[in-house]
């Protein structure tokens, strides 16, 4: 294993676990996980295994599930604790009865703060023998507003604090933004930046830890290494000074048990050109496991190295239990834009099932050098497409297979990890990715990951920009759409275009895979079943043996047998579902619900 992709600090002997190859399963609940009636976090539980224990619905009655209420408008990433569901809509946190839909509370944002704008969803704290239980709310302006969840009203401490403070003062004029939820523990908050993708010089993405009553911030952890840090000297000489990110978007997720927050941090900027900063660039692309009471690093796993394709890491880390060799392992799962999953030890950041480094394509973009090899797991293999031959054209048509060669002719592609150059250039997966944005799922008690991929290339080349406005660089432009598609929209690459895997934790082998969503009308012209290609959306694994995920252009809601991946049920409901994902929950009532999030959020039950 090449010591560029993982290493430790702070990691005791007595804490070390050795991760031999033998035989894995999955044991039980992440520590920390919630209630069986609960979806108190944005991804489900602490750990982000987006599993919900509950049982009354299974593949023999699935079928028969019906729509019990609606509330419009909706929101992404709901919670529920305590039958009440909260979530962002419209710039308006809202609190609603989780057994009927009726609203509980709705405040204004912009009665609290000039920010408005929240992205990925809130979270719950349950607070502490002194203080109410809140609602947390990061706002896109660097703003965290703190809210009774009882009332909706300002916390009578640090309701509205100024995430800016700090980390601004090199940068007027820019931006801080917060687009992931916070992560808690005790009365620690974890906040993020997304500092965008292009820029040399920006505000950085470093996690920060403040006190949630008094709104001290704790520690810092720098995301890009200065002089005498770990791991400095990635960015060149002075590659790192005042480096823009890299930041993340995505919610992190918490050990209880042994204090450690995980984070998928982002791409280096400039995002498609890195002349500015040669060498490898920790932490940029990587997952990193801080202290969540200190900050200090315990290890990190760089999923791509000296990042020119785009490749921030687009989903939350997972966090589950595993046998190894009779042994329990608690294990993180990391789902990538490449369509590649990486099951790392999560005390020390080792691969489960092996990593290894493989030859990659150059760059021709003067000035810039692409790294020599970049990190392959051996196990679980490649989820999505990563390349492609002329022979793979789609013959959906004649004129679609005809229009296809001839943008496919006038283009370049090498293989895996095929940058953008100075001449058209096809990348497989897109940039936007083929693993989906939302990352998968775990069922601790079947010992399977679940993941939704989309197989869909994106062609464009590189064009002379100026980075920060003085430094010339290059940014992507595509052409002659934003992906490599017909004139009809229809992916050029042969189907499938969307697929729901399901992958054996023992193993690390594919159990069973399933094509996700359809084109009807493809299917009316006796086409099979293709899949319609989506980036948004994950799935939710249930105890009853069910796997729900929208996350399809088609506007259906599925379930899917968790064992087998045989389709059981879908419905329409009634908007377009491909960003959101589902939750589940046991409602005042005793009966387990699922919602699927939208423009609404809608609710089936059995009757």
């Not at 496919?408 to 940039?431: C, E, I």
Request: glycine fraction near 12%; hydrophobic fraction near 35%.
């Amino acid at each position: 294993m090449d010591r560029r992709e993982v290493s430790t600090s702070g990691v005791g002997m007595k804490r070390f676990l050795a991760v031999v190859c033998g035989c894995l399963a999955v044991t039980g609940l992440v520590a920390g996980a919630q209630s069986s009636t609960d979806w108190p976090t944005v991804v489900g539980d602490m750990g982000g295994m987006k599993y919900s224990p509950l049982v009354e619905i299974t593949p023999q009655n699935v079928a028969t599930l019906e729509q019990v209420w609606s509330a419009s408008p909706g929101g992404p990433n709901p919670i529920v604790v305590d039958d009440v569901m909260y979530f962002h809509a419209e710039g308006n946190i809202i609190a609603l009865n989780a057994t009927t839909g009726a609203e509980i509370w709705k405040v204004p944002l912009a009665d609290i703060t000039e920010g408005t704008s929240v992205r990925r969803g809130l979270t719950y704290w349950p607070g502490d023998r002194a203080h109410a239980p809140r609602v947390l709310v990061t706002l896109t302006q660097g703003t965290l507003v703190q809210l009774d969840a009882k009332t909706g009203q300002l916390a009578s401490e640090q309701g509205v604090m100024d995430l800016v403070a700090g980390i601004m003062d090199p940068f007027p004029g820019q931006n801080y933004a917060v687009a992931a939820p916070v992560a808690v523990y005790e009365n620690i908050v974890v906040v993020t930046g997304r500092t965008g993708e292009q820029g040399r010089w920006g505000i950085p993405g470093d996690p920060r830890g403040f006190d949630l009553l008094t709104g001290k911030e704790l520690w810092r952890f720098h995301v890009v290494p200065r002089p005498g840090e770990e791991n400095f000297g990635t960015w060149g000489l002075d590659g790192w000074q005042d480096r823009r990110g890299p930041g993340t978007w995505q919610p992190m997720t918490i050990d209880t048990e042994n204090g450690i927050v995980f984070i998928a941090l982002g791409n280096a900027t400039d995002q498609n050109f890195g002349a500015t900063r040669p060498g490898d660039n920790l932490y940029a692309a990587s997952v990193i496991a801080l202290d969540v009471m200190t900050g200090e690093r315990k290890w990190h796993f760089q999923t791509a190295r000296h990042d020119i394709y785009d490749w921030d890491l687009n989903a939350p880390p997972i966090l589950a239990e595993s046998t190894v060799n009779g042994r329990t392992v608690p294990v993180v799962v990391q789902s990538t834009k490449m369509g590649y999953i990486f099951v790392l030890n999560r005390l020390t950041g080792e691969p489960i099932f092996g990593v290894e480094d493989r030859v990659v394509p150059p760059t021709d973009a003067v000035g810039d050098t692409a790294a020599a090899t970049q990190p392959f797991p051996v196990k679980p293999a490649p989820l999505s497409r990563d390349s492609m031959r002329r022979r793979e054209i789609a013959k959906i048509s004649p004129e679609s297979e005809k229009y296809c060669q001839e943008i496919y002719d006038q283009s370049v592609n090498m293989g895996p990890h095929t940058p953008y150059g100075m001449v058209p250039s096809l990348s497989f997966p897109g940039s936007t990715g083929g693993g989906s944005n939302d990352g998968g799922a775990v069922d601790p008690e079947r010992g399977l990951i679940f993941q939704n991929v989309r197989n869909l290339g994106t062609i464009a080349q590189l064009t002379p920009m100026m980075s920060s406005g003085v430094l010339p660089s290059f940014s992507k432009t595509k052409m002659p759409f934003d992906y490599f598609v017909d004139l009809d929209g229809y992916p050029c690459n042969e189907p499938p275009w969307a697929e729901i895997f399901g992958i054996d934790a023992n193993t690390g082998e594919i159990v069973w895979r399933s094509v996700l969503g359809e084109y009807e009308e493809l299917t009316a012209r006796g086409i099979p079943r293709t899949g319609t290609a989506t980036h948004s959306g994950g799935p939710l694994a249930t105890g009853g043996g069910v796997v729900f995920i929208g996350a399809t252009d088609d506007g259906r809601f599925r379930a899917f047998e968790s064992t087998t991946g045989r389709e059981v049920w879908s419905t329409r409901p009634g908007f377009d579902s491909v960003d959101g994902w589902a939750i589940s929950y046991q409602a005042s009532n005793g009966k387990q619900y699922v919602v699927i999030s939208g423009p609404e959020m809608v609710a089936y039950a059995l009757p």
